[in-house]
């Protein structure tokens, strides 16, 4: 692929679907996906938190499960390594899930929080780990109900999080947009904005999105494949250059 070596400041989003090889459930798209089963306005909202919080926990207790026992797929794996080998490289993520880091990513903007972590309804204190072990809704000391610290809709994204992620796209020479449907705000505005600004925009998704069209390049595959088969590529390249040695 075009750019992707050498010192080009490299931008990657990545959304759901490069948890999928994974056995992570995407959100939309597919009976396996999370909103054919529940509504997103009854459970990643606070009105749908407030109208039914048992639901709400238990949803996130049987997410948090799920995640905690997924392991990173190759997708994350060459994320990872692509952070180490190239040299401006941010990794923008829309996911949860911590599977980013957990393959290795150290510098991870987490854009919609983190499905691991726990805060105070009322006073916005971090819960402790402990707190998540039970069906039950913990409490915080000051009395309010303990939610998850993720984004639900409405909400506004972790400001530091959100500014680095467009100061990043804004300067993008290579903007790759991986597994998202691009279809909620403001993480779907990364990619166009990079592209207005002169990044070369690649797609990796399983179907066309609102993205596609505005791309320079498309693979519609599953990202592990693509992304270790990009990998593979930037080895021989790197091979074939004296005096570079690669892991
Ligand atoms: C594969 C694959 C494989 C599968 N390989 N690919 C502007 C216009 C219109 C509306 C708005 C707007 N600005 C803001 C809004 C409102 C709203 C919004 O965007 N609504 C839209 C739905 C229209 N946004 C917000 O409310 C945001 N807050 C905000 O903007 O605050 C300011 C404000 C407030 C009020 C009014 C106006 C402004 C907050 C958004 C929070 C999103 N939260 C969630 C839940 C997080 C917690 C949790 O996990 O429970 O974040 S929703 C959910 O969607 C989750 C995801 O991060 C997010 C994006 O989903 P993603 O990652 O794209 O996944 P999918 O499932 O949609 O797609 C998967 C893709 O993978 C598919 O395309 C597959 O094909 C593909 N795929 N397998 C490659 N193997
Ligand atoms: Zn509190």
């Known amino acids: 692929m075009k750019l992707l070596r050498d010192n080009a400041r490299t931008v990657v989003l ?15 798209g597919g009976s396996d996906s999370l909103w054919a089963k529940f509504s997103p306005e009854e459970l990643a909202s606070i009105d749908g938190f ?3 919080p048992t639901l709400v926990w238990e949803w ?3 997410r948090r499960k799920l995640i905690g026992e997924a392991q990173p ?6 994320l990872a390594k692509l952070e180490k080998h190239l040299s401006k490289f941010t990794l923008v993520t829309q996911n949860v899930d911590n599977l980013h880091q957990r393959a290795g990513s150290e510098q991870v903007i987490e854009l919609h929080g983190n499905i691991h972590k726990n805060k105070c309804l009322r006073c916005g204190r971090p819960a ?7 069906d039950q809704i913990p409490k915080c000391s000051c009395g309010g109900m303990i939610r998850p610290d993720v984004v639900w809709f409405g909400e506004l994204l972790p400001e530091a999080a959100l500014n680095a992620a467009i100061v990043a796209a804004g300067s993008a020479e290579l903007f790759m947009s991986i597994g998202t449907s691009a279809l909620v705000f403001p993480a779907a505005d990364l990619p166009v904005i990079a592209k207005r600004r002169g990044a070369y925009l690649v797609e990796i998704n399983l179907e066309e999105t609102r ?5 320079d390049e498309v693979f519609h595959a599953p990202s592990g494949e693509v992304l270790s088969a990009l990998w593979d590529q930037i080895r021989v390249d790197d091979k074939s250059r004296p005096n570079t040695v690669v892991d």
């Open 60 to 62: 996130y207790s049987w």
């Open 50 to 52: 407030m109208a039914n």
């Open 14 to 28: 990545t959304g759901a679907g490069v948890s999928a090889e994974s056995g992570v459930p995407t959100f939309r």
């Open 211 to 215: 993205i596609s069209p505005h791309a």
């Open 73 to 78: 797929n190759p997708g994350h794996e060459v």
């Open 128 to 134: 402790p780990e402990s707190a998540f072990a039970t």
